[in-house]
C-alpha cells in the first residue's frame, strides 16, 4: 500500500514537472501541445475511491493551471475527467477482464482496451480546454480541428510512454 502511494505520488510530480519544464515548450503552431500529465488520472487504480480520483485530479489541474497562468481551464477539465474515468473503465471493460487489484494500463489489460480508455479521457479532456479557451462557438470548426490534432498528439505521445515505461503496470 505504502509502495503504491508512494509510486502514484512520484508519478504525479514527474508528470507535473515534465509537463511544465518540457512538453509546453515542444509547440507545433502554439495550438498543439502534448498534454501528457493527464496520463496521471489515467493510471489511478481501478479501486481508487471517488473522492480520491476527484481531489487528484482536482490538484494536478490546479498544478498546471498555476505553473501555465490558466485559471481553471485545467482544473474543470482534469476534474471532469476524474469524474468521468471510472464510468469509462466500466464502460471499455468487461468483466473477465477485471480482477481485483489490477491498475489500468497496457501490460495489465492489453492495447485495444489502454487505447480506448486513453481516447476517450483525452478527448473529453481537450474537448472542455479548448472550448473552454476559445470560450465562444463561432469559430465550431477551428477548434475541432486543434482540438482533434492535439488529441491524437496526446494520445500518441501517452500510449508511447506507456509502451516504454510503464513494464511495471497491471498489478499492485
Same mark, same amino acid.
Not at 471517488?50 to 481551464?73: H, N, Q, R
Not at 495489465?108 to 489502454?114: E, N, S
Not at 476517450?120 to 473529453?124: G, N
Given at each position: 500500500m505504502t509502495n503504491l502511494i508512494l509510486r502514484n505520488a512520484l508519478r504525479f510530480i514527474l508528470l507535473v514537472f515534465l509537463q511544465v519544464l518540457v512538453f509546453n515548450h515542444i509547440q507545433l503552431d502554439s495550438f498543439y501541445i502534448p498534454q501528457i500529465y493527464i496520463l496521471f488520472i489515467l493510471l489511478l487504480p481501478f479501486e481508487t475511491p471517488?473522492?480520491?480520483?476527484?481531489?487528484?485530479?482536482?490538484?494536478?489541474?490546479?498544478? @498546471? /493551471?498555476?505553473?501555465? #497562468? +490558466? =485559471?481553471?481551464?485545467h482544473t474543470s477539465a482534469c476534474t471532469l475527467i476524474g469524474f468521468l474515468a471510472p464510468l469509462v473503465q466500466n464502460m471499455v471493460t468487461t468483466k473477465q477482464e477485471y480482477e481485483p487489484g489490477m491498475q489500468p494500463g497496457i501490460r495489465?489489460?492489453?492495447?485495444?482496451?489502454?487505447l480506448s480508455y486513453t481516447l476517450?479521457?483525452?478527448? @473529453?479532456h481537450h474537448l472542455v480546454v #479548448?472550448?473552454? /479557451?476559445?470560450?465562444?462557438?463561432?469559430?465550431?470548426? =477551428? +477548434?475541432?480541428?486543434?482540438?482533434?490534432?492535439? @488529441?491524437?498528439? +496526446?494520445?500518441?505521445?501517452?500510449?508511447? @510512454?506507456?509502451?516504454?515505461?510503464?513494464?511495471?503496470?497491471?498489478?499492485k
Open positions: 471517488k473522492w480520491l480520483m476527484l481531489s487528484l485530479a482536482f490538484l494536478l489541474g490546479l498544478c @498546471i /493551471d498555476m505553473f501555465t #497562468y +490558466t =485559471v481553471g481551464l495489465g489489460l492489453g492495447f485495444k482496451w489502454f476517450i479521457l483525452v478527448s @473529453i #479548448y472550448f473552454l /479557451d476559445a470560450f465562444r462557438f463561432t469559430d465550431v470548426w =477551428v +477548434t475541432l480541428f486543434r482540438a482533434g490534432v492535439n @488529441i491524437l498528439l +496526446t494520445t500518441s505521445v501517452i500510449v508511447l @510512454i506507456q509502451l516504454l515505461v510503464g513494464k511495471g503496470e497491471g498489478r
